[in-house]
């Protein structure tokens, strides 16, 4: 998709108070502002952000991510700051502990397969490790989207970092999950057209 930068601003974004456009989902409520405004889409390159997105990215499926980052502490906390290797040395007895920890999102499945990408985390530094394999999925350009209804879910990378990251013994990687990350980390910029965050991560002019 092109990214003519004069192309007409987005008919889904809201000016706020201060100024600036927002999409209507980070126009309102201040924790989803604030992540909007200062983290989404910003590069991100070291190994324990890029697992701890990814694990965060798994536990958000069937959820609203303010859910998830309402329960942000609490999963770092829970999750040894999402430290590749202590998660990856977790047992059945740390499972139960997580279990029973209200403070997080306890389902099991989920909490198995964090400590599963753990270990392949870990595995996976004997090829380049997490960061490099997922960035060289980057695409080509980045979507231009101008209303909500253009911002893509999937995409051919997203499908095809899925794969690779399934190839390597990772869990809870599908597609739309795979996209959602990439636009986290900063590796696509699905900002709308006209706000003031699109164009801001120095990944794409």
Same mark, same amino acid.
């Given at each position: ?19 600036? #456009? ?105 090829? @380049?490790?997490? #960061? ?10 980045? %979507? #231009? %989207? ?5 911002? %893509? ?32 980390? @900063? ?6 057209? @006209? ?11």
């Amino acid at each position: 998709m092109s990214t003519d930068p004069a192309a007409a601003p987005s008919s889904d974004l809201v000016i706020g108070e201060d100024g600036l #456009a927002r999409p209507v989902w980070a126009s309102v409520d201040p924790v989803l502002r604030a992540y909007y405004d200062v983290e989404w889409g910003m590069p991100v390159r070291d190994e324990r952000g890029v697992f701890e997105r990814l694990s965060l990215e798994a536990f958000q499926s069937g959820l609203s991510w303010r859910t998830i980052l309402a329960k942000r502490p609490a999963f770092r906390a829970a999750f040894a700051d999402f430290d590749p290797d202590a998660v990856a040395g977790f047992d059945e007895d740390d499972v139960a502990r997580l279990m029973a920890d209200a403070g997080i999102v306890r389902n099991q499945a989920k909490i198995r397969a964090t400590i599963t990408n753990a270990n392949a985390t870990v595995a996976l530094r004997a090829d @380049g490790g997490l #960061a490099d394999l997922v960035w060289s999925f980057r695409p080509a350009e980045t %979507p #231009a %989207p101008r209303t909500a209804a253009e911002v %893509p879910t999937t995409s051919p990378e997203s499908v095809a970092l899925s794969k690779a990251l399934r190839k390597r013994g990772f869990a809870f990687v599908g597609p739309t999950t795979m996209h959602a990350l990439m636009e986290a980390l @900063g590796i696509v910029d699905t900002h709308l057209v @006209g706000s003031h965050r699109r164009g801001t991560s120095g990944v794409w002019d």
